[in-house]
Nanobody
Framework: VQLVESGGGLVQPGGSLRLSCAASGFTFSSNLVVMSWHRQAPGKERELVGTIGSSGLTGYYADGVEGRFTISRSNDKNTVYLQMTSLRPEDTAVYFC?????????????WGQGTQVTVSS
């Protein structure tokens, strides 16, 4: 399993970024897979940003990002996206993609290496 995030960078407050997570090594479109985005700010614990199922239905958005962030996926491209708008300095963090794969009912988590997002003027 390999997850590769991209699209991070420096953006001014109020700006937008779209992160991508390219997945390989498993059946991306399987209904036994849940994809999610997480983030970790300096000195803080990693937190869940949002999740998306195989059908494209988003199951959860963290407080503070709902309405500003949108998770989507392309099963044709084996890629999950995080569109971020109206960015705030407090959104500064390393953003990680995660795949939770269920095998015989047992979940296993796989993580990407992360991509840095910095919101600053």
């Amino acid at each position: 399993v390999q997850l590769v995030e991209s699209g991070g960078g420096l953006v001014q407050p109020g700006g937008s970024l779209r992160l991508s997570c390219a997945a390989s090594g498993f059946t991306f479109s399987s209904n036994l897979v849940v994809m999610s985005w997480h983030r970790q700010a300096p000195g803080k614990e990693r937190e869940l940003v949002g999740t998306i199922g195989s059908s494209g239905l988003t199951g959860y958005y963290a407080d503070g990002v709902e309405g500003r962030f949108t998770i989507s996926r392309s099963n044709d491209k084996n890629t999950v996206y995080l569109q971020m708008t109206s960015l705030r300095p407090e959104d500064t963090a390393v953003y990680f993609c995660k795949a939770k794969l269920y095998t015989e009912g047992v979940p296993t988590n796989y993580w990407g290496q992360g991509t840095q997002v910095t919101v600053s003027s």
